[in-house]
């Protein structure tokens, strides 16, 4: 059973940090292509940001560009979303989302039409003094 499930998640002032992790099992993370949404409440869901299966193409939303770093090790099933300068307008529930993936430099911040099918639950993310 494909199943992916994120962490990290908590409450962080202004101006923090948090570093998210989606753990895969079930599958090799390495043949899927991973993007990190989120959903805030009353607001539709958005990408934030993606990484191709061979790390070597990233997409970031443009709010979070400078902000957010995504990177992933093959090796321990998992992909991280690091988070810099955290803002209360940050706050969401986060989540990852994989699809299998031939081998591109690009992946899109798009989901829905049958894109990342695999999903994980989500964590928590506020911000807030």
């Known amino acids: 059973q494909l199943q992916l499930v994120e962490s990290g998640g908590g409450l962080v002032q202004p101006g923090g940090s948090l570093r998210l992790s989606c753990v895969a099992s079930?599958?090799?993370?390495?043949?899927?292509?991973i993007g990190w949404f989120r959903q805030a409440p009353g607001k539709e869901r958005e990408g934030v940001s993606c990484?191709?299966?061979?790390?070597?193409?990233?997409n970031y939303a443009d709010s979070v560009k400078g902000r957010f770093t995504i990177s992933r090790d093959n090796s321990k099933n998992t992909v991280y979303l690091q988070m810099n300068s955290l803002r209360p307008e940050d706050t969401a529930v986060y989540y990852c989302?994989?699809?299998?993936?031939?081998?591109?430099?690009?992946?899109?911040?798009?989901?829905?039409?049958?894109?990342?099918?695999?999903r994980g639950q989500g964590t928590q993310v506020t911000v807030s003094s």
């Open positions: 989302a994989g699809e299998w993936s031939i081998y591109t430099t690009f992946c899109t911040l798009l989901d829905g039409k049958g894109r990342y099918p695999y």
């Open positions: 079930g599958f090799s993370l390495g043949s899927y292509k």
């Open positions: 990484i191709t299966k061979n790390d070597d193409g990233t």
